[in-house]
C-alpha cells in the first residue's frame, strides 16, 4: 500500500517536472537581434516568455523548440528589445501634444500666424499656453518681442516655451500679470530680455523662466493624466517601452501613481526627481523599489548646472563667439553643485547632471573626481547632455563610471548653431559621441523629447551618419565621432537601461528580463540612415503583452 502510494506520487511529481510552465509562450520564426551581456549583438529567431512576462529562452536556429501553452508565428519579420530613451520629459511631451506646437514654423510670421489661429479656435483657454519655438531656425537673429505677441493676441496672456526648454516668450499681458516691471532685477542664473529702457522685451531665460511661470494656472490632475495618456501613445508609436524622465515634480510622480494603480501605465519610467525636496517627498531616505512590474521607479535627481546653446546660456570657458559680452550662466556655483551631488549620493540616489558649456562639463567632471573619493562603489555618475566638451577633458569621461547621457538629433540641429555660437576653432569637442567610447566612457542615447521628436530611428540614423533628414552635410559633421550601428542600438536599448541601473530587468533579450520587444519592418544593422528614419513599428510588447500592432 505505502510502495504503491509512493510510486503514484512519484509519478505525479515527474508529470509535473515535465509539464511546461503556466502560459509560456513562444514566439517562433523571427529575425531577432540583441545585445547580450558582454554588449555584443546576439541573433536569434525564437523567444519564449512565461505568464510574468519575463524572457525564458531565447532560441537559435538549431535549439530544439520546448512545449508551450502558446506558439505565434513572427512570420520572419525583424524583432528587437524595446527602445529606450534615456532622457526625456514625459509630461512636457504630453502637454506639448495637447498645446500649440510651434515646432514646425520657419519664420516669426509662420510661428505668429499659427498663434492667432490657435488663439481664434480656442477662445474659451484663459491662458494661450504653447512651446517649440527658435529665433534661430526662424534666421531672425534676435529673440521675439512681447510687441510681437500683441499684435495677434492682447487678450489674454500668452506664454510660450523655446524649443530647448530654457528659454520663454510671453505677451505683455503675460508679464503684467506677473508684476515684471523694469525694476524686477534679474535673478541668479536667469535673465530677463529688455529692451533699450530696460524694460522687460518678452523673453525669459532659465531661472528667470520663474518670474512669469509661477502665475500660470496649474494643469488639474485630469490634465496630468490626459497628457500621461498622449505621451505613452508618442512614445510607443516609435516603438519605445522605456524612458528616463529628466526632473520629475511631485505633480508628474502622483500622475505617474495613478496610472500604475489603475493598470494604465504601460511605458517603463526611471525617475529622476527635480529636487532635493522632491526626492525627499515621494521616495523618502532611499530609492524607492521597482513598481508595478517594473514599470516605475525613482532612482535618482536632476540638476542643472547651466543653460543651452540657443539662448546662449550654455556655461562656456571663453565668451560666446557671436557675443563676446557673456559665456553663459552658471546655475549653481561649484559648492552648490558639490553639495547637492553629496546629499544624494549619501542615500545612494544617482545624479543626472544637465551640462551643455565646456565649462558646465569640466566643472561637472571635477565634482565627480572629487566625490569619487568619499562615495565608493557603483555610482554611475551621469551627464545630461555633455554637448561641448573640452578636448583636454575627454579622457575624464572615461574615468569614476561616468555616463555620458547623449541626444543625437541634438547634433543635427544645432549644428549651425554651434558653430555661431564657438566659432570653428572650438568645435573639436562637440558632440563627441566616438571619442567617449575609446576613453572608456559609456553612453547613453536619448530624444530629450519634446525638445526633440521621441524618435530612436532618427537617432539611430544621426548617430551613425552625423547627418540630418537631409543628408547633410554632406559625408557628415565631423564625421570621425560618428558610432557603429551596434553601438547606437545599445545606446537606445541595454546602455540606455544600465544607465538608469535597469540592467537584468530590461533593455535586453535575455532570459529573466521581461519581455519587451517590437516587431519592425527591417533590420537597423544593415539599414542606410535615410532607411532607418523610414522604420515601421510593426508590433509593440510589454511585458509578454502587447499593447500596439495588429
Given amino acids: 500500500m505505502l510502495l504503491t502510494l509512493a510510486r503514484s506520487l512519484a509519478a505525479v511529481s515527474a508529470l509535473a517536472l515535465a509539464a511546461p510552465a503556466l502560459s509560456d509562450t513562444l514566439i517562433d520564426n523571427v529575425d531577432g537581434v540583441t545585445i547580450d551581456a558582454e554588449g555584443k549583438v546576439r541573433r536569434f529567431n525564437g523567444l519564449v516568455f512565461d505568464d510574468e512576462g519575463k524572457v525564458t529562452a531565447v532560441l537559435g536556429r538549431g535549439d530544439k523548440r520546448p512545449q508551450v501553452d502558446y506558439r505565434l508565428d513572427g512570420e520572419g519579420r525583424v524583432m528587437l528589445p524595446g527602445m529606450i530613451d534615456a532622457h526625456v520629459h514625459v509630461m512636457d511631451m504630453g502637454f506639448a501634444a495637447l498645446t500649440l506646437d510651434l515646432s514646425g514654423t520657419t519664420s516669426l510670421e509662420d510661428a505668429l500666424a499659427k498663434i492667432k489661429t490657435f488663439a481664434e479656435e480656442n477662445p474659451g483657454r484663459p491662458w494661450i499656453i504653447g512651446r517649440g519655438w527658435n529665433q534661430e531656425k526662424w534666421g531672425l537673429g534676435r529673440f521675439p518681442t512681447a510687441a510681437e505677441l500683441d499684435a495677434v493676441v492682447s487678450d489674454r496672456p500668452?506664454?510660450?516655451?523655446?524649443?530647448?526648454?530654457?528659454?520663454?516668450?510671453?505677451?505683455?499681458?503675460?508679464?503684467?500679470?506677473?508684476?515684471?516691471?523694469?525694476?524686477?532685477?534679474?535673478?541668479?542664473?536667469?535673465?530677463?530680455?529688455?529692451?533699450?529702457?530696460?524694460?522687460?522685451?518678452?523673453?525669459?531665460?532659465?531661472?528667470?523662466?520663474?518670474?512669469?511661470?509661477?502665475?500660470?494656472?496649474?494643469?488639474?490632475?485630469?490634465?496630468?493624466?490626459?497628457?500621461?495618456?498622449?505621451?505613452?501613445?508618442?512614445?510607443?508609436?516609435?516603438?519605445?517601452?522605456?524612458?528616463?524622465?529628466?526632473?520629475?515634480?511631485?505633480?508628474?510622480?502622483?500622475?505617474?501613481?495613478?496610472?500604475?494603480?489603475?493598470?494604465?501605465?504601460?511605458?517603463?519610467?526611471?525617475?529622476?526627481?527635480?529636487?532635493?525636496?522632491?526626492?525627499?517627498?515621494?521616495?523618502?531616505?532611499?530609492?524607492?523599489?521597482?513598481?508595478?512590474?517594473?514599470?516605475?521607479?525613482?532612482?535618482?535627481?536632476?540638476?542643472?548646472?547651466?543653460?543651452?546653446?540657443?539662448?546662449?546660456?550654455?556655461?562656456?570657458?571663453?565668451?560666446?563667439?557671436?557675443?563676446?559680452?557673456?559665456?553663459?550662466?552658471?546655475?549653481?556655483?561649484?559648492?552648490?553643485?558639490?553639495?547637492?551631488?553629496?546629499?544624494?549620493?549619501?542615500?545612494?540616489?544617482?545624479?543626472?547632471?544637465?551640462?551643455?558649456?565646456?565649462?558646465?562639463?569640466?566643472?561637472?567632471?571635477?565634482?565627480?573626481?572629487?566625490?569619487?573619493?568619499?562615495?565608493?562603489?557603483?555610482?554611475?555618475?551621469?551627464?545630461?547632455?555633455?554637448?561641448?566638451?573640452?578636448?583636454?577633458?575627454?579622457?575624464?569621461?572615461?574615468?569614476?563610471?561616468?555616463?555620458?547621457?547623449?541626444?543625437?538629433?541634438?547634433?543635427?540641429?544645432?549644428?549651425?548653431?554651434?558653430?555661431?555660437?564657438?566659432?570653428?576653432?572650438?568645435?573639436?569637442?562637440?558632440?563627441?559621441?566616438?571619442?567617449?567610447?575609446?576613453?572608456?566612457?559609456?553612453?547613453?542615447?536619448?530624444?530629450?523629447?519634446?525638445?526633440?521628436?521621441?524618435?530612436?530611428?532618427?537617432?539611430m540614423a544621426a548617430a551613425i551618419s552625423r547627418t540630418d533628414a537631409k543628408g547633410e552635410p554632406f559625408g557628415g559633421w565631423f564625421p570621425q565621432e560618428a558610432v557603429s550601428r551596434e553601438q547606437a542600438l545599445a545606446g537606445f536599448t541595454a546602455d540606455a537601461a544600465y544607465a538608469g541601473f535597469a540592467e537584468g530587468r530590461f533593455g535586453r533579450l535575455l532570459p529573466g528580463e521581461r519581455a519587451d520587444f517590437i516587431l519592425v519592418d527591417r533590420d537597423p544593422l544593415f539599414a542606410s540612415p535615410e532607411a532607418l528614419r523610414e522604420t515601421k513599428i510593426l508590433q509593440v510588447w510589454i511585458g509578454g503583452v502587447k499593447v500596439r500592432g495588429e
Avoid: C
Fill in 158 to 459: 500668452v506664454w510660450l516655451e523655446r524649443a530647448d526648454n530654457h528659454a520663454q516668450w510671453g505677451n505683455t499681458l503675460a508679464i503684467q500679470t506677473a508684476g515684471i516691471t523694469a525694476k524686477t532685477p534679474d535673478p541668479a542664473g536667469g535673465k530677463i530680455i529688455r529692451d533699450a529702457k530696460g524694460n522687460p522685451a518678452g523673453v525669459f531665460v532659465d531661472n528667470a523662466i520663474q518670474l512669469v511661470a509661477k502665475v500660470v494656472p496649474a494643469p488639474r490632475p485630469e490634465d496630468r493624466d490626459l497628457a500621461l495618456a498622449k505621451a505613452q501613445d508618442v512614445l510607443l508609436a516609435k516603438g519605445v517601452t522605456a524612458v528616463a524622465d529628466m526632473g520629475t515634480k511631485p505633480a508628474d510622480w502622483t500622475a505617474f501613481r495613478r496610472a500604475g494603480d489603475q493598470g494604465r501605465l504601460q511605458v517603463r519610467i526611471m525617475s529622476y526627481a527635480d529636487s532635493v525636496e522632491t526626492l525627499e517627498l515621494m521616495a523618502g531616505p532611499e530609492p524607492t523599489g521597482w513598481l508595478y512590474d517594473d514599470r516605475l521607479r525613482m532612482g535618482g535627481i536632476k540638476l542643472f548646472l547651466d543653460g543651452a546653446l540657443g539662448s546662449r546660456g550654455a556655461s562656456l570657458k571663453a565668451p560666446y563667439a557671436d557675443d563676446h559680452g557673456t559665456r553663459g550662466l552658471p546655475l549653481l556655483s561649484p559648492s552648490q553643485l558639490r553639495n547637492l551631488m553629496s546629499r544624494a549620493a549619501m542615500d545612494n540616489f544617482q545624479t543626472a547632471v544637465h551640462a551643455i558649456g565646456d565649462a558646465a562639463n569640466a566643472e561637472v567632471l571635477a565634482a565627480i573626481e572629487e566625490l569619487s573619493e568619499s562615495y565608493k562603489g557603483d555610482r554611475r555618475w551621469r551627464i545630461e547632455h555633455a554637448q561641448i566638451v573640452d578636448p583636454v577633458d575627454i579622457a575624464r569621461l572615461g574615468q569614476h563610471g561616468v555616463i555620458a547621457s547623449m541626444q543625437p538629433l541634438h547634433q543635427t540641429s544645432d549644428r549651425l548653431m554651434a558653430e555661431a555660437r564657438l566659432g570653428p576653432d572650438r568645435l573639436a569637442g562637440a558632440y563627441p559621441w566616438r571619442s567617449v567610447i575609446k576613453v572608456g566612457g559609456r553612453l547613453a542615447f536619448g530624444s530629450d523629447a519634446p525638445v526633440e521628436p521621441a524618435d530612436p530611428w532618427a537617432g
